[in-house]
């Protein structure tokens, strides 16, 4: 998969080089591109911001560069990227949106800074190609990068290869199939006593059924408790007699 970022701060994507995604990397399974949006300036402070029509405070992104940006980034490609925008104002990306994306050939994301992006780039680019505008939650940061971080994170570590072992992602908080909605419960490992704490016996017991049973309702207990909006929205037809119990 390819994604290209353009940003005016390139140095933020250092940790793309860490880790699962630059292992990813490594390996050529993700074609990661970081483009500096001033390189598409033409004034001697390379300028990329400018007052609010309106007025206001802050500063808004000119679109004149980020044309520039985009239209190189894209070229004449017969297959053109999904533009990707984050903005606390946009649809909410979720494991549903990563799952989506992962399955795309090619993403390029659009970090703005300020107060955003000219809102006549996203118009522009939608007559041509996919836009999302996606906030990754209900909060403001100072810019864009942090969420592209997040989102290339969540999206890398869904396509083939990346993880170690494929059922990971589908045991996951959110991941649809047999837990479908179920946040994921405890987890455990050696030594079976630490300062007094034990783990569960069950655990221990090597009775798969009984673990599987023991997962799922400390799943539910878990949304119940940390998601209740999550809990009510659970499928009543994947929920069995024992889940009701619990
Ligand atoms: N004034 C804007 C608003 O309230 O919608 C916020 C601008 S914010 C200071 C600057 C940039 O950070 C945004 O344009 C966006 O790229 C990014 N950003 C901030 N919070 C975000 C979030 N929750 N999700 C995605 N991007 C975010």
């Given at each position: ?8 701060f390139?140095?933020?994507f250092a940790p793309?080089?860490v ?5 990813a990397?490594a ?12 390189d598409?300036?033409h ?8 007052t ?11 679109p ?6 985009l239209d190189?980034?894209i070229?004449?490609?017969a297959?053109?990227?999904r533009l990707?925008v984050?903005?606390?104002s946009?649809?909410?990306f979720?494991?549903e949106?990563?799952?989506?994306y992962a399955k ?7 970090p703005a ?14 007559d041509?190609?996919?836009v999302?505008?996606?906030g ?21 570590r ?10 990971s992602?589908?045991d996951?908080s959110f ?6 909605g179920?946040?994921?419960g405890?987890?455990?490992t ?16 090597g009775?798969?059924?009984a673990?599987?049973r023991w997962?799922?309702?400390?799943a ?8 209740p ?7 009543p037809?994947?929920l ?7």
């Open positions: 998969m390819r994604m290209d970022i353009i940003t005016i390139p140095e933020y793309l080089d880790s699962l995604i630059g292992k990397r390996k050529g399974l993700l074609d990661i591109r970081v483009h500096q949006l001033r598409w300036t004034d001697v402070h390379r300028t990329v911001d400018d609010p029509y309106g007025g206001g405070p802050g500063m808004v992104m000119k004149e560069p980020w044309g520039e940006a190189a980034v070229g004449d490609a297959t053109p990227p990707v984050p903005t606390p946009g649809r909410p979720t494991q949106t990563a799952l989506a795309e050939p090619w993403l390029l994301f659009a800074r300020y107060e955003g992006i000219d809102a006549r780039v996203m118009a522009e680019y939608g041509r190609l996919r999302d505008e996606v990754i939650g209900d909060y403001v940061l100072a810019g864009g990068e942090a969420a592209v971080l997040v989102m290339v994170e969540a999206v890398g869904l396509l083939p290869g990346v993880l170690g072992n494929v059922h992602a589908a996951d991941a649809p199939g047999a837990m479908s179920l946040l994921e405890p987890v455990y050696k030594p079976p006593v630490w300062r007094g704490h034990e783990v569960p016996p069950v655990l221990l017991s009775n798969h059924g673990i599987a997962r799922r309702d400390e539910l207990r878990r949304t119940v408790a940390n998601r909006e999550l809990a009510a929205r659970l499928d037809d994947v069995d007699k024992r889940d009701h119990e619990v």
